[in-house]
Nanobody, 125 residues
């Protein structure tokens, strides 16, 4: 069973940076795609970024492209999301997700089988 545990959320000011981490366990993730999603109050869960574990191909939503960077560390089985120049519109619960059989450009939450519990990111103006 895949387990995903996020950390790194918090309260920051507009313009600040934050790095989220997601430790993955329970599988060998060579063929997996790992993604970050977020959900603000009253809104649907939305795609942020994804990476193919092997090869490192990435995709981003237009709203974060150029500000956020997704990466992974093989040795630590950890997924990261580096977030720069944060704005209040980035305030949400951020979730890590994984799936073995999707394309890294698939932005649909329903495509992912495994999810973490989420970490809150709050950006004040």
């Amino acid at each position: 069973q895949v387990q995903l545990v996020e950390s790194g959320g918090g309260l920051v000011q507009a313009g600040d940076s934050l790095r989220l981490s997601c430790v993955a366990s329970g599988r060998t993730f060579g063929t997996y795609v790992m993604g970050w999603f977020r959900q603000a109050p009253g809104k649907e869960r939305e795609f942020v970024a994804a990476i193919r574990w092997t090869g490192g191909a990435t995709s981003y939503s237009d709203s974060v492209k150029g500000r956020f960077t997704i990466s992974r560390d093989y040795t630590k089985n950890t997924l990261y999301l580096e977030m720069n120049n944060l704005t209040p519109e980035d305030t949400a619960v951020y979730y890590c997700a994984a799936d073995r059989s999707i394309a890294y450009w698939d932005m649909r939450p329903s495509s992912y089988d495994y999810w973490g519990q989420g970490t809150q990111v709050t950006v004040s103006s």
